[in-house]
């Protein structure tokens, strides 16, 4: 008889999200994607942070003051869409901690992403997630709430 405990594709995919967003060495905010083909393999991974060669030591952190991460850091959407390094992504699912910003919404139509599964709405009613929202919807992507029938999924190393 087959074990009953096994997790969905969709907490399987949603954990290597979370599990990239733990590479992220941003102080306050730590943001994973997972791109999948339409066969359920993984094509790429993103997390947010700076672009290669820009030191995590030399670039600001800071959310606030005179010099602060925003102007600097590449979310992780865009990010799993770089890494994808040119592969077709047409037709797939993106999986994300944090719905998309306006800025990320249009590489993800422009990637030819059909699905956005995301786990938090923080900043919903903001005007880059309200422009978000409408390009998605208006692009035909198809907008899904993760909601886990689990509280956690438990990885050990020993």
């Not at 102007?71 to 699912?93: C, F, M, Q």
């Not at 910003?101 to 919903?124: F, H, M, P, R, T």
């Not at 956690?152 to 190393?157: A, G, M, R, T, V």
Request: charged share 25%.
């Amino acid at each position: 008889m087959k074990r009953k405990d096994y997790i969905s594709w969709d907490e399987y995919f949603m954990s290597v999200a979370l599990l990239a967003s733990m590479r992220s060495k941003d102080p306050n905010t730590q943001v994973g994607a997972c791109i999948v083909g339409e066969d359920k393999r993984i094509i790429s991974t993103g997390y947010n942070g700076f672009p290669r060669g820009c030191s995590d030591d030399e670039f600001p952190w800071n959310r606030d003051g005179e010099e602060t991460k925003y102007p600097y850091v590449v979310h992780a959407e865009l990010n799993a869409i770089l890494n994808a390094g040119g592969r077709n992504l047409n037709g797939s699912k993106l999986y994300v901690a944090l719905f998309p910003c306006n800025e990320c919404a249009k590489a993800i139509i422009q990637a030819g992403i059909k699905e956005v599964v995301y786990l938090s709405d923080k900043y919903d009613g903001t005007p880059s997630v309200l422009a978000s929202k409408r390009m998605l919807r208006a692009a035909g992507v198809k907008l899904v709430k993760f909601e886990p029938d689990k509280d956690s999924i438990q990885i050990k190393f020993k």
